[in-house]
């Protein structure tokens, strides 16, 4: 493997633009037909008012993405199995780490000179970005650039002036003795779209912010905190602005940008405790995409003492959840972004021994379906689907294997009054005389993540 990386990089661009070219001449018909129904970003410049780069992608009209972590970006063979899905199948898209919550940048040779400073490019995960960004092109893959934001240890330990502080003195830490900087900084703000705009240059034709959030603490740990600069403006306001302005300095490009969120976001009212407010943030971001992986939910929330179990319920509810908050955001005259789940593409051994395979993946497809919503991203934390294959439809849109083996798709009738509070007071004020579980309350703390819980195996927004 690690020869036939470093031979790989020796390759100049355009030869590997060749030799994926020559890959993709054998692609079926129906792969190529995935792009037919695809368009431009709602609101997008004309091609002739963007920004120049390298040649686009045209954006799917119904995204169905895979993640890829960094590491597996920067492998020719993982590439090449996850080119081998997407060929064969309705991945249409990849969202690609650029920066990850240690800091680090995934590609090679920055221009950014705080991202120098600090160390950022010390460690690229990837040194073929550009041409990997090709070979996506050539495969009709829509490239998602994935950057963490306000989770920056090194940032914060380099330049502690751009940290949370302690309200003690000093710079505040996490549970886990970690740094974060503070989401209120302008400087945290332009250097994370300074990246933004090299992953845009360098052919990425989308920006997904993630950890575009404060830290989810106990309030002890809350109250410790302190945010130089923050004045009265509150949390949720601070990050539907950072997303606002982010948009403005990156419109040129005409890339969508879009938002994760914790899932319990769709049913909490408020922010979450983490500046996660749903109405806020659907009316600004392109596209919003909760986190709804059963394993994250905490017993008794939805009326289910088992989460994890019930994939196709969990996420049917979120989504019912969100998908009606949003309508009422745009009959209220705002536009809104598109509501785009994350799914829980692996299993939670640290939870039970209920094993997430083709079935429950399936199911969970089916439920963003069923709420009427019609794109998807899976999450694993490896990058590994081979697994799931059965569960996903051929590019022509045929019958996965599950369904030609007889799957049948759920019939499940959404009970409203296991709904957000806010949706149930609106429905049948009579009848909303309280939360079904503890977790409906507005000022109920987002679920905490089981202690022993492997961090590898998680993905948190």
Same mark, same amino acid.
């Given at each position: 493997m690690t020869a036939l990386r470093a031979g790989f990089r020796t390759l100049p661009r355009a030869a590997l633009l060749a030799c994926a070219l020559a890959a993709c001449s054998g692609r079926p018909?129906?792969?190529?037909?995935?792009d037919a129904a695809s368009a431009a970003a709602p609101g997008a410049p004309s091609d002739s008012a963007r920004k120049p780069g390298p040649p686009r992608t045209p954006r799917p009209d119904s995204l169905r993405a895979l993640y890829v972590n960094g590491w597996a970006a920067g492998s020719h063979a993982r590439m090449a199995e996850l080119l081998r899905i997407a060929d064969s199948t309705e991945v249409n898209a990849f969202v690609v780490d650029v920066k990850e919550s240690d800091t680090y940048l995934s590609y090679a040779r920055t221009e950014i000179p705080l991202a120098k400073e600090i160390g950022a490019d010390q460690r690229p995960a990837s040194r073929w970005f550009p041409a990997l960004l090709d070979t996506l092109r050539a495969?009709?893959?829509?490239?998602?650039?994935?950057?963490?934001?306000?989770?920056?240890?090194?940032?914060?330990?380099?330049?502690?002036?751009?940290?949370?502080?302690?309200?003690?003195?000093?710079?505040?830490?996490?549970?886990k003795g970690k740094p974060w900087v503070n989401p209120y900084d302008r400087r945290?703000?332009?250097?994370?779209? %300074?990246?933004?705009?090299?992953?845009?240059?360098?052919?990425?034709?989308?920006?997904?912010?993630?950890?575009?959030?404060?830290?989810?603490?106990?309030?002890?740990?809350?109250?410790?905190?302190?945010?130089?600069?923050?004045?009265?403006?509150?949390?949720?306001?601070?990050?539907?602005?950072?997303?606002?302005?982010?948009?403005?300095?990156? %419109?040129p490009y005409g890339a969508p940008i879009t938002a994760d969120v914790f899932g319990l976001s769709t049913h909490l009212e408020g922010d979450v405790g983490i500046g996660q407010n749903w109405e806020k943030i659907v009316s600004v971001a392109d596209a919003v995409q909760p986190m709804v992986y059963p394993s994250h939910y905490f017993a008794g929330m939805y009326g289910f003492q088992q989460p994890n179990q019930h994939p196709f319920e969990f996420v049917r509810l979120a989504m019912e959840d969100a998908a009606v908050r949003t309508r009422w955001v745009r009959e209220s005259g705002r536009?809104?972004?598109?509501?785009?789940?994350?799914?829980?593409?692996?299993?939670?051994?640290?939870?039970?021994?209920?094993?997430y395979g083709p079935v429950q993946l399936r199911?969970?497809?089916?439920?963003?379906?069923? %709420?009427?919503?019609?794109?998807?991203?899976?999450?694993?934390?490896?990058?590994?689907?081979?697994?799931?294959?059965?569960?996903?439809?051929?590019?022509?849109? %045929?019958?996965?294997?599950?369904?030609?083996?007889?799957w049948k798709p759920p019939r499940w009738p959404v009970p409203r009054n296991r709904l957000s509070l806010m949706i149930r007071h609106r429905e049948s004020p009579a009848k909303a005389t309280g939360p079904a579980t503890d977790s409906a309350h507005p000022s109920a703390a987002p679920p905490r993540r089981p202690a022993q819980a492997p961090t590898s195996a998680l993905r948190k927004p």
């Open positions: 018909d129906a792969a190529r037909r995935k495969h009709h893959v829509y490239p998602i650039a994935r950057i963490v934001v306000f989770k920056d240890r090194m940032l914060a330990e380099r330049r502690p002036e751009m940290a949370i502080r302690h309200v003690n003195g000093g710079v505040w830490k996490d549970q945290v703000w332009n250097y994370n779209v %300074a990246i933004a705009r090299e992953a845009l240059e360098m052919g990425f034709q989308e920006v997904q912010w993630d950890y575009v959030r404060f830290p989810d603490v106990v309030p002890a740990l809350q109250r410790t905190m302190a945010f130089p600069g923050a004045g009265a403006t509150t949390k949720a306001d601070n990050i539907h602005d950072f997303i606002a302005y982010s948009k403005q300095q990156l %419109a536009r809104t972004g598109e509501v785009i789940p994350w799914l829980q593409a692996f299993s939670a051994p640290w939870l039970d021994d209920f094993t199911q969970q497809i089916q439920a963003t379906y069923d %709420a009427g919503l019609k794109s998807w991203i899976l999450w694993n934390p490896g990058s590994r689907y081979d697994i799931y294959l059965p569960a996903l439809r051929p590019a022509s849109g %045929a019958p996965s294997a599950l369904e030609r083996g007889g």
